[in-house]
């Protein structure tokens, strides 16, 4: 018998040599694609490195700790549906910004400033403009 439990599967098994009953939880293992960095390191993709940054750029701002949890869900499933093993990590700030700008534009603005590493006030300017 299989029963669903969240992100889990129950199963309730029956030991061949002693004919007693017991269950078994089983998740399935996702492989997320690797992060190619700028010098071009490569290293596993961070759910908690990417929720720390995301938590830094929205310190002592409205918004909720499921919002968070949305977001970086939201970007895990694309980084799923792409099916590539690798992601620069150029497009995963790209996929942060995004998900930022939806819940929290502060927060986005906070974020590209130290991520797009502006050379000068006009660039800056620039991105509060389009928003």
């Given at each position: 018998m299989k029963r669903l439990?969240?992100?889990?599967?129950?199963?309730?098994?029956?030991?061949?040599?002693?004919?007693?009953?017991?269950t078994t939880y089983e998740r399935a293992d996702i492989a997320l694609p690797s992060v190619v960095k700028k010098d071009g390191r490569r290293a596993d993709f961070d759910a908690t490195k990417l929720r720390a940054s995301m938590q830094l750029a929205l310190r002592k701002r409205p918004v909720s700790v499921?919002?968070?949890?949305?977001a970086i869900n939201r970007i895990e499933e694309k980084l799923l549906a792409s099916g590539a093993?690798?992601?620069?990590?150029?497009?995963?700030?790209?996929?942060?910004m995004r998900e930022l700008k939806r819940i929290?534009?502060?927060?986005?603005?906070?974020?590209a400033s130290v991520y797009r590493s502006f050379e000068d006030v006009d660039e800056?300017?620039?991105l509060i403009r389009e928003i």
């Open positions: 439990s969240q992100d889990r599967q129950r199963r309730r098994r029956r030991c061949l040599s002693c004919d007693k009953r017991f499921e919002q968070i949890d949305a093993r690798e992601i620069a990590s150029t497009r995963l700030g790209e996929l942060v929290d534009k502060v927060a986005y603005v906070r974020f800056f300017r620039q």
